[in-house]
C-alpha cells in the first residue's frame, strides 16, 4: 500500500473525528439552550399564576382566617383569584401530588403540582403543571415559622422544575436541565392593620 | 512539490476549521451564559421581590425616612444593611446561593398632609459572572 495514501487515510480520519465530536458537542449545546429557554418560559408562566394566587389568600373572603390547610405540599384558602369571573371568595388549592408522576414526558422526577380552583369566567376545575420539587413554608409577622392557620402571615413557595426532555451529556448520562425559584409572599389581606 | 501544496492545503483548511469551531463553542458558551444569567436574575427579583413586601408594612413614616433613628435601612449597629442573605433551595437544601441586598429610602414629596417615600432595593448576586444586579424602586405613602 502506498505510504502517502495510508497517511493521508489516517489525517482523513482524524479530521472526521473532530468533525463529528465538534457536531455533537452542537448538538448538544443547542439542546441544552432550546431546553433551558422552555424551562425558563414554564417556570415564568407558573410563577405568574403563584404570583396572582398566594397574592390574593383572602381576598374578598369576609373571614379572618382564610386558610382551610397548611401543610408542606398542600395548601388550601380561600380568596377572589379573578375578580371578572363569576365566583366570589372561592376555595383554591395548590397541591404537589407525588402520586400523579408525569408519564407523558420521559423525566422519571417530574410529578404534577395541581391547582384546584377557577380556570374560566365560569368554570372550576384542576390544571395541572409538571414540578420536581414543591414546599410551603409558612410563617408569623417577626418570621418565625407557624403550623397555625390564625397567625400565618408570610407564605413561602419553593419550587423546582425540570424539562420533560434531557440533553445528552455522553452515552451513559442524560441531564434534564433545572430551574429552582423561592419567593415569599405577603398577602395583603392576612395582613390587615386592623 | 505537490505533496508539499497539498499539506499546506490541510493545513489551511484544518486552521479554518478550528477558527470556525472555536467561534461556534465561544457563541454557544455566550448563549449559555446568558441564560444562567437570566436564571440568576430570576431568583435575585424574587428577592427584591420579597423585600419590598416588607415594605409594604411599614406603618412609621420616621422607619423610613433617612433622618430618623428608627431608620429601616440603617448603615450602623447589627441590623445594618448591605445586608447579606444565603438562601437554600430543595429537598436537603442541596443548592444554595447567596446575595447581598441593600435598601434605600428617599423622602420625595411632604406636601402638608402627605409624605411619599421612593424606596429603592437592589439586590447583588455574586454566585455568576458577571454579577446580577437588581434594583426594585417603590413609592410607598403616608398621609398626617
Known sequence: MNAGLAITFVIGG???????????????QSQELALSSINQNALDNLV????????????????????????????????????????????????????????????PNDYYL???????TSSYGTIKFPAIYFDLNYYTADGTTT????????VEVELIIETGAAYTINSDNVEYPRLVWKRIFVPNNINLPY | MTSYSEIFYLLG?????????????????S?????????????????????LDKVQWIYEPDDLDPESSSYVYTRSGSD????????????????????????????????????RFQVTVSVLNQNVTPEVFVTLDYVKSYTY
Open chain 1, 14 to 28: 482524524l479530521f472526521l473525528i473532530s468533525i463529528l465530536a465538534f457536531n455533537t458537542q452542537v448538538m448538544n
Open chain 1, 48 to 107: 405568574d399564576i403563584l404570583d396572582n394566587d398566594f397574592n390574593k389568600i383572602g381576598f374578598n373572603s369576609g373571614i379572618s382566617v382564610p386558610f382551610t390547610i397548611i401543610t408542606d405540599q398542600n395548601i388550601l384558602f380561600q380568596g377572589d383569584v379573578y375578580d371578572n369571573d363569576s365566583y366570589s371568595s372561592t376555595n383554591i388549592r395548590w397541591f404537589f401530588d407525588t402520586s400523579d408522576p408525569v408519564t407523558s414526558t420521559a423525566n
Open chain 1, 114 to 120: 395541581k391547582r384546584v380552583g377557577p380556570i374560566g
Open chain 1, 147 to 154: 403550623t397555625d392557620k390564625a397567625s400565618v402571615k408570610k
Open chain 2, 13 to 29: 483548511a484544518m486552521v479554518i476549521f478550528s477558527f470556525l469551531s472555536l467561534n461556534t463553542a465561544r457563541s454557544f458558551n
Open chain 2, 31 to 51: 448563549s449559555r451564559q446568558t441564560v444562567y444569567q437570566a436564571e440568576a436574575e430570576y431568583r435575585a427579583i424574587a428577592v427584591a421581590q420579597d423585600e
Open chain 2, 80 to 115: 445594618k444593611y448591605p445586608k447579606s442573605l444565603t438562601q437554600n433551595y430543595g429537598a436537603n437544601d442541596q443548592y444554595t446561593t447567596t446575595f447581598i441586598i441593600d435598601g434605600t429610602s428617599e423622602l420625595i414629596d411632604d406636601s402638608g398632609s402627605m409624605k
